[in-house]
């Protein structure tokens, strides 16, 4: 049996919701919204985490930090 691979592959650098290809950087995320595991760019993760509950936000660790 081979193990399983945790290697993510990205085959194209391109954001999930506004499917803009000109972000600098692009963020997975991982919460109970429609883009739940998804490669959005700050823009959108930034939306998407606002739209997150506060106990969903605090497995943020750096959400947790900022407080
Ligand atoms: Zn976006």
Do not use: H
Request: proline share 3%.
């Amino acid at each position: 049996m081979p193990k399983p691979s945790t290697r993510t592959k990205i085959l194209a650098y391109i954001c999930a919701k506004c499917f803009t290809t000109k972000a600098d950087k692009l963020a997975w995320f991982v919460g109970k919204t429609l883009f739940n595991e998804s490669l959005l760019c700050r823009t959108c993760w930034q939306d998407q985490f606002n739209s997150l509950t506060e106990s969903e936000r605090k497995e943020y660790g750096f959400y947790a930090k900022n407080k």
